[in-house]
């Protein structure tokens, strides 16, 4: 009975021109506005999760940095490696690093950071680098950099208008604050090639060496710290490993989330807040069913007044509208869900390679979820009911009496 009410009072051309083209437009306006938030929160997860595997490609899972420590002999027979190594399936590479200011033969200076790692902890990361691009003519094989050879990031490289076979000098920052009359100390290195890892804290800043090979002059800079970097069977155990490490004071741990906090922090926030507006969109959308509702009550009341005079009480009408009301909610809420979701199945199956190469990741994937989008579609069949169910509350007050004398 509610579907033969459903029809005649909203759909069929009876049921009054602005009626039905008010209740078109509300449903329409909840499917487009439903299924922008289902598919932009679903692209935006799958963006983010994909930073976050791009960023665990070449970010370590624990930096433990040993204070003392100037040498790989030392931090190798440090009793916090060998607790580290006994973890089932990790991988331990001792590394150095330190601050360089890097200086090209034409006078360009540039900032950064030097990075020196065995060669298999090198080959490992550059590896893991690979599936995370999004042009696989960008990963070109790799080359084992020679004793004064180097591996710079795509951005630092482009900064300093460096190519492949060029040489830099890499100066401690410290050199700067000698007199004039004393030359500081540097290093000549040559850039054997340059990596692409779509992450702008390693194509823009870092420079890769072999530890022993490359660097050996700089070993006494002030900037200099050596450790070990930690990969886990599991990302997540990193804090609790890391909870495991507490009792060596000589020793600074961080874990790979630490490291990013402010890049997650970010993409965080910016999900939120896109998902809050689109929410927002969505319940004004929502809201015109009251108008809806109020509209048709108001053009039907001599109908209301027959459903009464014929034994139908005031409760039972305002039952029937409520659910009229809400099967305009399912329709459009539900709609926007199926077409949402649908959209970021496609796209999740076939991502699309249409952004430009300025940007780090080219695709547009997605990644559909259906606990979120139950969670959508409760939330706002709930609101829906409770707003159409205010709404004939409030309209439906005249006797049965007084209905029949009205006029459509």
Do not use: C
Request: hydrophobic share 45%; charged share 20%; net charge neutral.
């Amino acid at each position: 009975m509610v579907w033969d009410f459903f029809f005649r009072f909203v759909i069929f051309a009876k049921s009054g021109s602005v009626v039905r083209k008010i209740a078109w437009l509300t449903t329409i306006g909840l499917i487009v506005s439903i299924s922008s938030l289902v598919l932009v929160l679903s692209v935006m997860t799958a963006m983010n999760h994909s930073q976050r595997d791009r960023t665990l490609a070449v970010e370590p899972h624990l930096i433990v940095e040993m204070n003392d420590s100037r040498n790989f002999k030392a931090v190798e027979a440090h009793p916090a490696v060998f607790r580290l190594k006994e973890i089932p399936g990790s991988e331990t590479f001792a590394y150095e690093t330190q601050d360089v200011i890097i200086r090209t033969v034409d006078g360009k200076f540039r900032g950064g950071v030097a990075r020196g790692l065995s060669w298999d902890g090198l080959e490992k990361m550059i590896t893991r680098i690979r599936p995370t691009g999004h042009k696989s003519d960008e990963f070109p094989e790799i080359l084992r950099p020679e004793p004064g050879e180097v591996i710079m990031g795509v951005d630092l490289a482009h900064a300093l208008g460096v190519f492949e076979g060029d040489s830099v000098l890499i100066v401690p920052p410290e050199g700067l604050l000698l007199p004039p009359s004393e030359a500081p100390k540097y290093e000549k290195v040559k850039v054997r090639q340059i990596l692409v890892t779509n992450i702008s804290e390693i194509d823009g800043q870092l420079i890769y060496y072999v530890a022993g090979e490359t660097m050996n002059s700089l070993r006494s800079a002030a900037s200099r710290r050596m450790g070990v970097e930690v990969r886990l069977p599991d990302a997540d155990e990193a804090e609790s490993v890391r909870a495991k490490l507490t009792g060596f004071n000589d020793i600074s741990i961080q874990t790979w989330e630490e490291r990013n906090s402010a890049l997650f922090f970010a993409l965080k926030l910016e999900k939120t807040m896109i998902g809050v507006f689109l929410g927002l969109a969505s319940l004004i959308a929502g809201l015109s069913l009251i108008s809806v509702i109020s509209l048709l009550i108001s053009q039907k009341t001599k109908e209301i007044g027959l459903l009464q005079a014929i034994g139908y009480s005031r409760a039972s009408v305002k039952n029937l509208f409520a659910k009229i009301g809400f099967l305009l909610a399912v329709f459009g809420i539900g709609g926007g869900l199926i077409i949402g979701g649908l959209v970021s199945l496609y796209l999740q199956l076939h991502p699309l390679n249409i952004l430009p190469d300025i940007y780090y990741d080219s695709q547009i994937p997605a990644e559909v979820q259906p606990v979120f989008m139950l969670v959508i579609g409760i939330i706002g069949v709930g609101l829906a009911y409770i707003g159409v169910r205010f709404s004939v509350n409030i309209s439906i007050t005249q006797q049965p009496s007084q209905a029949l004398r009205n006029k459509n």
